[in-house]
């Protein structure tokens, strides 16, 4: 065993991701299941992290025994903390929220969206990608989908930064949640909020999501309250935290590899493929937990009920038993089974809505762009446990 592979605490993705992909790759190598020091079991390999997600009879999603007594409970009708049978029929209120036709008729408004962000920045030669267009673009969408007024929608953007400050803080392999004051009055002051705005909807019906949300039964009854917060803040974390990464994931990876980038502007056709590498190589959320609900064996490792198993969806993603050359960007990959939404009955609901923000966002750089790159230092990377993305991206632009 080296150095590498002795290391407890795992590398965050604050220098672009180079010392943890070196580190998993690693694992992989030489501990592809690894029980850490708080007794946590790690898996790595493309085949355990797919299991694991796939089995909520035996791992499960449901942490909110770990909540806090003193913050809003955005644990309980979380879709992504909630088992079946119950998860199913939570996901069939929402689904209808994200059909593909529900999805696609979103496409004009997020290009308008889009273009107005640009527009602001039009004419400078640098600009920074991140408060000009993959922050407020997936905030706004998800604010304009539950029916906020504009008015309110910058209250919106203080909570989602709450909740990349929370993500940002979370400790890997630890099942209790570690929120700080500031975060903890966000969380309060945004269930206060979306809680008057959803009676508001009882009383005054519009359509909007918040209103079939508030208009929903599962088995008989209303959402409860907790319930319906929660469904916001998926809504929140999935819509707009993952998003943003993505979109700035994009960006970077097109200026280092500028033949694919160049592929796709010959070709836009094939800025779909492009974005799923991006998504493999860079998955926006770097790893899952689950608790273990009952006693079970993975590799050589016993994990009694209550442990925790983390699934590594960035090194199932580089898996060399899976993928053929993993750490080379290869536009042409097909098929591409990556994990950066999850698996199984967890998948992340947004993943359409998030591709084709970030389908939109790539065409109009390159409508308006013949090149763009790191401006200054170059990106800054999120110091995070569990994110992979930028929380600053100065660019260099030439206008096409």
Request: aromatic share 6%.
């Amino acid at each position: 065993m080296n150095d590498e592979t002795a290391l407890q605490q795992p590398p965050t993705t604050v220098d672009g991701g180079r010392r943890l992909l070196s580190w998993l790759t690693t694992m992989r190598r030489d501990q592809p299941i690894w029980r850490d020091d708080t007794g946590s079991v790690h898996v790595f390999r493309h085949r355990e992290v797919a299991a694991v997600l796939s089995d909520p009879a035996t791992f499960s999603s449901d942490v909110s025994q770990a909540a806090p007594d003193d913050v809003p409970n955005f644990v309980e009708g979380s879709l992504a903390a909630t088992d079946p049978p119950r998860h199913r029929k939570l996901r069939r209120i929402v689904s209808e929220a994200f059909t593909p036709k529900t999805v696609a008729e979103l496409q004009p408004r997020i290009v308008e969206l889009t273009t107005e962000l640009l527009d602001e920045v039009a004419g400078r030669a640098e600009w920074d990608f991140v408060e000009t267009l993959s922050n407020p673009l997936p905030v706004t969408v998800i604010a304009e989908l539950l029916g906020i007024p504009v008015a309110d929608q910058p209250k919106f953007r203080r909570w989602a930064e709450a909740a990349i400050t929370a993500t940002n803080e979370a400790q890997v392999g630890e099942a209790e949640f570690h929120i700080n004051d500031w975060v903890a009055e966000q969380l309060r002051e945004m269930q206060d909020y979306l809680l008057s705005h959803a009676k508001r909807r009882l009383d005054d019906p519009t359509g909007d999501l918040m209103t079939r949300l508030v208009t929903a039964e599962v088995d008989g009854e209303k959402l409860t309250d907790n319930e319906l917060f929660s469904f916001a803040a998926d809504l929140l974390f999935a819509g707009h935290i993952t998003t943003t990464m993505l979109l700035g994931n994009s960006v970077v990876a097109a200026h280092e590899n500028p033949e694919a980038l160049a592929e796709i502007r010959a070709d836009r056709s094939r800025v779909p493929m492009f974005i799923e590498e991006v998504l493999r190589t860079r998955p926006p959320i770097t790893l899952t937990n689950r608790l273990v609900r009952q006693g079970t064996r993975i590799g050589e490792f016993d994990v009694r009920e209550g442990g925790m198993v983390v699934a590594w969806l960035l090194s199932g993603n580089h898996d060399e038993e899976k993928f053929s050359e993993p750490e080379v960007f290869d536009l042409h990959r097909d098929p591409n089974p990556h994990l950066a939404f999850g698996h199984g009955i967890h998948f992340c609901i947004g993943a359409p809505l998030g591709r084709l923000e970030t389908r939109i966002a790539l065409n109009l750089l390159l409508d308006r762009y013949q090149g763009w790159g790191p401006a200054g230092e170059g990106p800054v990377f999120h110091d995070a446990g569990g994110l992979f993305g930028v929380s600053q991206l100065r660019l260099a632009t030439t206008p096409a």
